[in-house]
Antibody, heavy 117, light 109 residues
Framework: EVHLVESGGVVVQPGGSLRLSCGAS????????MHWVRQGPGKGLEWVSR????????YYADSVKGRFTISRDNSKNSLYLQMNSLRTEDTAFYYC??????????WGQGTLVTVSS | EIVLTQSPGTLSLSPGERATLSCRAS???????LAWYQQKPGQAPRLLIY???SRATGIPDRFSGSGSGTDFTLTISRLEPEDFAVYYC??????????FGQGTKLEIK
């Protein structure tokens, strides 16, 4: 059974940094592109970033480009999101998701990042 | 970047009725790489439809997707109580950014 478990969400001050992690199990992790998606309080889904199976291709939403960095460690079945220069508008639940045959077929339960002074 | 616009924002229906949700793209979605998700309060999204019309594993056949190019539709043939939720469309595939629509809330009338 596929499991994705995010961790690392905390309360952080504006301008601060944070690294989120996503542990994967139940599938061959290094066969799949992985994604980060976020959802602000009471808001819709916002695609944040994705990384190819080998880490060679990375893409970012304009709202986070230059501040966030996606990475993965296939030896540890783990996905990461390094978040720098955090802003109040980055406050959200952050989900990791697995690429499927089409769309994102598995999602974690999310980790909450709160940016506040 | 493709912008997806969903309508209506809120849809009020009763169990047993048919629901029709729309998703319109600002430009043609290549290869019909369009997905639909359901999200209930406090839960992660769940993939319903991919490739505009293919049901994901375990999704009941009352859910169906249709459309191509810039206009897509999610239809729920007969609403069950557990279907009341928020629904999002998304384009995916090889384009750099995978955007979501703003969502349609399906509520009990």
């Amino acid at each position: 059974e596929v499991h994705l478990v995010e961790s690392g969400g905390v309360v952080v001050q504006p301008g601060g940094s944070l690294r989120l992690s996503c542990g994967a199990s139940g599938f061959t992790f290094d066969d799949y592109t992985m994604h980060w998606v976020r959802q602000g309080p009471g808001k819709g889904l916002e695609w944040v970033s994705r990384i190819s199976w080998d880490g060679g291709r990375k893409y970012y939403a304009d709202s986070v480009k230059g501040r966030f960095t996606i990475s993965r460690d296939n030896s540890k079945n783990s996905l990461y999101l390094q978040m720098n220069s955090l802003r109040t508008e980055d406050t959200a639940f952050y989900y990791c998701a697995k690429d499927g045959y089409g769309g994102y077929d598995y999602w974690g339960q999310g980790t909450l990042v709160t940016v506040s002074s | 970047e493709i912008v997806l616009t969903q309508s209506p924002g809120t849809l009020s229906l009763s169990p047993g009725e048919r629901a029709t949700l729309s998703c319109r793209a600002s430009q043609s979605v290549s290869n019909n790489y369009l997905a639909w998700y359901q999200q209930k309060p406090g839960q992660a999204p769940r993939l319903l439809i991919y490739g505009a019309s293919s049901r994901a594993t375990g999704i009941p056949d009352r859910f169906s997707g249709s459309g191509s190019g810039t206009d897509f539709t999610l239809t729920i043939s007969r609403l069950e109580p557990e279907d009341f939720a928020v629904y999002y469309c998304q384009h995916y595939g090889s384009s750099p950014r995978h955007t979501f629509g703003q969502g349609t809330k399906l509520e009990i009338k």
